[in-house]
């Protein structure tokens, strides 16, 4: 629910400070008497808030699943999964045209099967193939008449249920039908398990995507973003992921593990006629349009990586522990560009932070703790990237360097 006030100045000379708006002595009534003058404020008389809205889902769901062992080193498990979904909505849209009563916006009966192979080469390693079929079914919030307004940033969130389209021109870029998506996934993985919970792995990955929500910008109305489903996406990736102990290469360095997971990945979406055709008719010369983009929220490429310290089991290092982590992502499809809208990307975060902590005392209880964010004091920035013009700041925060000191005691 979105809260707005007026603020309603009468007779009051202002010479620019905004302070002066709710001085004591231009407070209404002015001067204590005078019921004409004065600031106040004032609540918006709205009969009925369009952007005030119920709603509630009824999930039900059953599941069977069996684990059997086909050879010697060959296990499999497999299962299905089936759920009657329904979601219901009380509200209305911003013009008081349409008046929903409970009424159901979602009907869904999925059925969501699901089949894993594992294959023991040693007592220690195994080779997986899996698949899944998932579901991503839009929130409350997405599947609602709601618009959502930031102040701050001038930005408006449009649910899902409403209808983008030029009138005019008799085009519709949007019918307000929003679905879930559905989610065909398969894997590949290999992996090692060594002592001490360390371990590698390497697999592959494949994800096919049905109906997949996507946020647009909305082409009638400036500023405004928008949950729609866009055409069906594909995902095809890689990842490695170690985690291990460094007393293997000297037994100084015990106390020292470092941790990684790094993935390369390549997304396209078969755009829709609406898109397509969209962005045919805003192309700039020289601009050829494919009818293949990436997928918003897929990043190219993400690296997670880190080395942590834990102390020795006794002396004045012991309960002593401290890490040194570092992430990024690669430039990223943050929201979709449609008619003469540019697509917005985000750009690389170097996020390094570094955190320790020391339990103390004669049962260990008390902690004290120190994290450092942002070491690097780098920028979130997304622009604006379209053909040949130079990109331009969508959004730019500089959160700067957090230092955070916590001392805490158990009582337990």
């Known amino acids: 629910m979105i809260r707005k006030f007026m603020l309603n100045i009468r007779n009051v000379g202002l010479t620019g400070d905004p302070d002066e708006l709710f001085r004591t002595e231009n407070l209404w009534p002015l001067n204590g008497n005078n019921y004409t003058s004065g600031t106040t404020y004032e609540a918006g008389f709205l009969p009925s808030n369009p952007n005030q809205f119920n709603a509630n889902?009824?999930?039900?769901?059953?599941?069977?699943?069996?684990?059997?062992?086909?050879?010697?080193?060959?296990?499999?498990?497999?299962?299905?999964?089936?759920?009657?979904?329904?979601?219901?909505?009380?509200g209305r849209n911003q013009l008081g045209t349409i008046i929903l009563d409970n009424d159901e916006v979602m009907d869904d009966l999925g059925i969501f099967p699901s089949v894993n192979l594992?294959?023991?080469?040693?007592?220690?390693?195994?080779?997986?193939?899996?698949?899944?079929k998932t579901i991503a079914r839009p929130s409350f919030k997405e599947l609602s008449f709601a618009e959502i307004a930031d102040p701050i940033s001038g930005r408006t969130f449009v649910g899902g249920m409403f209808r983008d389209a030029d009138d005019v021109a008799n085009k519709e870029f949007w019918n307000g039908n929003l679905v879930s998506?559905?989610?065909?996934?398969?894997?590949?993985?290999?992996e090692m398990f060594m002592k001490e919970g360390q371990m590698i792995s390497l697999s592959g990955f494949y994800k096919y995507f049905i109906n997949p929500i996507e946020i647009v910008q909305y082409t009638s109305q400036t500023g405004c973003f928008q949950p729609r489903n866009v055409g069906d996406g594909q995902v095809i990736?890689?990842?490695?992921?170690?985690?291990?102990?460094?007393?293997?290469?000297?037994?100084?360095?015990k106390t020292l593990s470092i941790t990684s997971n790094i993935s390369v990945t390549r997304s396209r979406i078969e755009l829709n006629l609406t898109e397509y055709y969209s962005r045919i008719e805003n192309a700039r010369t020289g601009e050829k349009i494919e009818r293949y983009r990436e997928m918003a929220g897929q990043a190219p490429w993400i690296i997670n990586s880190g080395i942590t310290y834990l102390g020795t089991e006794d002396g004045f290092l012991s309960g002593f522990e401290a890490g040194l982590y570092y992430n990024v992502?690669?430039?990223?499809?943050?929201?979709?560009?449609?008619?003469?809208?540019?697509?917005?990307?985000?750009?690389?975060?170097?996020?390094?932070?570094?955190?320790?902590?020391?339990?103390?005392?004669?049962?260990?209880?008390?902690?004290?703790?120190?994290?450092?964010?942002?070491?690097?004091?780098?920028?979130?920035?997304?622009?604006?990237?379209?053909?040949?013009?130079?990109?331009?700041?969508?959004?730019?925060?500089?959160?700067?360097?957090?230092?955070?000191?916590?001392?805490?005691?158990?009582?337990?």
């Open 118 to 132: 594992i294959y023991s080469l040693t007592s220690n390693q195994n080779i997986r193939a899996s698949y899944a």
């Open 237 to 253: 990736g890689t990842e490695i992921e170690f985690r291990r102990n460094l007393g293997g290469l000297s037994e100084k360095l």
């Open 329 to 412: 992502q690669g430039t990223t499809l943050q929201y979709v560009g449609i008619a003469d809208r540019p697509d917005i990307y985000t750009l690389p975060f170097h996020s390094l932070n570094f955190t320790a902590g020391k339990n103390f005392g004669k049962e260990k209880r008390m902690q004290i703790g120190f994290k450092i964010d942002n070491i690097l004091n780098d920028k979130k920035e997304s622009v604006f990237r379209s053909f040949n013009p130079t990109d331009q700041f969508f959004t730019k925060l500089e959160p700067g360097i957090t230092y955070h000191l916590k001392l805490s005691y158990a009582l337990f």
């Open 57 to 90: 889902s009824n999930n039900a769901a059953g599941y069977i699943s069996t684990e059997l062992s086909l050879l010697k080193h060959l296990r499999l498990i497999t299962g299905v999964r089936a759920e009657k979904y329904s979601q219901h909505y009380t």
């Open 181 to 190: 998506s559905d989610i065909h996934n398969i894997d590949l993985r290999w």
